[in-house]
């Protein structure tokens, strides 16, 4: 049947176009139903695909005036150190914004992952930096589609305008605009940088530190400017003293474990904490990113409900706890 081929031929798309959808809007529960509703949509009309472009190009189509339509009912996704200065006392006042629409991360293969094109993993990892994509979040919806499509998947203009039914003018007009709004206010270059080869090693050192409650030894992995953010906790960090000090005065006063993983091309880990029956359950998702072999940025996402999207257990039990 033509819908079975559709879904052999659309699987080998299901990565990338996850992660486009992301870069559109921020969350990754929100892009896990774009491209659900994509593949969906997708199934229905194959029949009437007329092969006239790709089925990569006409995936790429759908899912972009899919997240289009969803961001015309949403708000823009930030992370806090979008939203104020930075605490450098670890004793500040924590104040909680459950009412803001907060970035997520995004589950990313990790440096050793076999893939058919390595090439393809080094573009997810450097597109979907945190930095970065807060950044994209600062961008019209319309801008930010081209400069997506044309900058970082590769599209051509006369392609991303056919996209949204605009004039290759209008699409220019648009792009120019998009680079010209990063360009004013860029990314740290530093979040962008391709994965070193330390990553994993880093990655080791600061689980086994932290699951001992050792700040010592965290802070030999810390740079002395590093920030620290915890979503939906509005409050942040800056600097190794302030970092350590909050992990003294409210992090370490329970027993923890972690579990490793990779978020949006960085090291990452699931954090478990200790609940009042002793056991360990899911509490944050933990990404680190690096600099010549230390940490410059932690961004603790306080969400249990992430796991499931990570692939990890709610609940530590038997010897993994």
């Known amino acids: 049947m033509p819908t079975d081929d559709f879904t052999d031929l659309a699987a080998s798309y299901r990565q990338e176009l996850l992660a486009h959808c992301y870069r559109m809007l921020g969350s990754v529960h929100d892009a896990e139903d774009l491209v659900q509703e994509t593949l969906l949509r997708g199934w229905r009309g194959y029949d009437r695909f007329d092969h006239r472009s790709s089925l990569r190009t006409w995936l790429y189509r759908i899912a972009t005036n899919a997240c289009l339509t969803a961001l015309a009912s949403t708000h823009r996704r930030v992370l806090p150190s979008g939203l104020g200065t930075a605490a450098e006392d670890g004793g500040t006042d924590l104040a909680q914004a459950d009412k803001i629409a907060w970035l997520t991360p995004l589950p990313t293969p990790g440096r050793t992952a076999h893939a058919p094109d390595p090439s393809q993993v080094t573009v997810l990892r450097a597109s979907t930096r945190l930095a970065l994509v807060a950044a994209f979040q600062r961008l019209p919806a319309r801008q930010r589609a081209m400069l997506l499509l044309v900058d970082v998947v590769g599209f051509r203009i006369a392609e991303a305008a056919e996209f949204l039914g605009i004039s290759v003018d ?146 530590l039990t038997g010897a993994s706890a």
Not at 227 to 250: K, L, N, Q, S
Not at 279 to 298: C, N, P, W
């Open 170 to 315: 209008a699409c220019r007009s648009l792009l120019q605009r998009a680079r010209a709004a990063l360009a004013a206010d860029p990314p740290s270059e530093d979040d962008i940088r391709p994965d070193s080869e330390v990553d994993e090693e880093v990655l080791r050192r600061y689980l086994e530190a932290f699951e001992a409650a050792d700040t010592r030894r965290l802070a030999e992995l810390l740079r002395s400017g590093v920030t620290y953010e915890m979503p939906p906790i509005a409050t942040w960090f800056r600097g190794r003293d302030a970092v350590c000090d909050h992990w003294t005065r409210r992090v370490f006063t329970k027993s923890r474990r972690a579990l490793p993983l990779w978020a949006n091309g960085c090291p990452a880990m699931a954090v478990y904490m200790e609940d009042a029956d002793g056991a360990m359950r899911s509490h944050a998702i933990e990404v680190l990113e690096t600099q010549d072999g230390h940490i410059s940025r932690v961004v603790v996402f306080l969400r249990p409900e992430l796991f499931p999207h990570f692939g990890v257990p709610d609940v």
